[in-house]
């Protein structure tokens, strides 16, 4: 895993009186959605001590692939419960982004990418 932050990047982005904080994670072992929204959904959820009515949460998935998953697969709304009794839930969105994928090319057309590496070797 070259190349990649060992820490954390908050995203805010302003629109005139509203914001949205990101959370972004990686993960390298585990990229179950329900994992990765028991793990990591906490720290979105604090925000909504700040006002934000929803927390946003993006995990770059790092673990080994053998296929591409499908956007309904990597996307999910959850419930955190409040900290306090009495408190209000806050809802956190959870969107994984698949890394360590083969290119574009190589999926769309995995014949031809083959054939064409075997003419670039010498």
Do not use: W
């Amino acid at each position: 895993m070259k190349n990649i932050g060992a820490g954390r990047t908050d995203i805010v982005l302003f629109y005139g009186a509203f914001h949205i904080v990101i959370e972004c994670k990686q993960e390298p072992k585990n990229a179950l959605m329900d994992y990765l929204c028991t793990r990591y959904s906490v720290q979105p959820a604090e925000y909504g001590a700040t006002d934000l009515p929803v927390g946003f949460l993006v995990v770059l998935d790092l673990t080994p692939k053998t296929r591409k998953a499908l956007l309904h697969q990597c996307l999910r709304v959850t419930e955190v419960p409040p900290a306090e009794p009495g408190g209000r839930p806050h809802a956190v969105i959870t969107v994984r982004i698949q890394g360590n994928t083969r290119s574009p090319s190589y999926s769309a057309t995995p014949t031809a990418y083959r054939r064409r590496r075997r003419v670039d070797q010498p």
